[in-house]
């Protein structure tokens, strides 16, 4: 892996330890605006239990590095991004404010920068190249 990867990385590590703080503290409510009212869960609940998913998953980007565990984790962080992809396109549908995102054009911009994030995990922490070369070994037996 090349010193981009890792410091690509520890970044999103951070980037997701610092959200999953925000879900606990003072961005709470931002992130209630995230939460589909179709879901079948109180939503303190979900902003509370995700900001310590997206901790777990930031700490472990930063402090998980050997290969096996990293890769790991990768796939963990993209189908966490996969996972409350719904929350960001209900936010666009439903036309409800947070994070500033108050006009259908800046929500929409956003749902573009979720498959980047999926996109980000994968090669930050080789999982893609990882399961290229788990299929390519299985090709060739």
Do not use: C
Not at 34 to 53: E, K
């Amino acid at each position: 892996m090349s010193v981009v990867q890792h410091l690509a990385r520890i970044l999103l590590g951070l980037a997701l330890a610092g959200a999953g703080a925000g879900h606990l503290t003072v961005l709470r409510e931002e992130f209630q605006a995230q939460v589909p009212p179709w879901l079948p869960l109180p939503v303190d609940l979900v902003v509370v239990g995700s900001g310590v998913v997206e901790i777990t998953l930031g700490l472990a980007l930063i402090l998980l590095w050997r290969p096996r565990w990293r890769v790991a984790v990768g796939w963990a962080a993209a189908l966490f991004f996969l996972a409350i992809f719904p929350g960001n396109i209900a936010q666009f549908t439903e036309g409800r404010d947070g994070f500033g995102l108050d006009s259908d054009l800046a929500r929409g911009i956003r749902l573009l920068f979720q498959p980047l994030l999926v996109a980000w995990a994968l090669w930050s922490t080789g999982a893609w190249r990882a399961w290229r070369r788990y299929r390519a070994d299985r090709r060739t037996r």
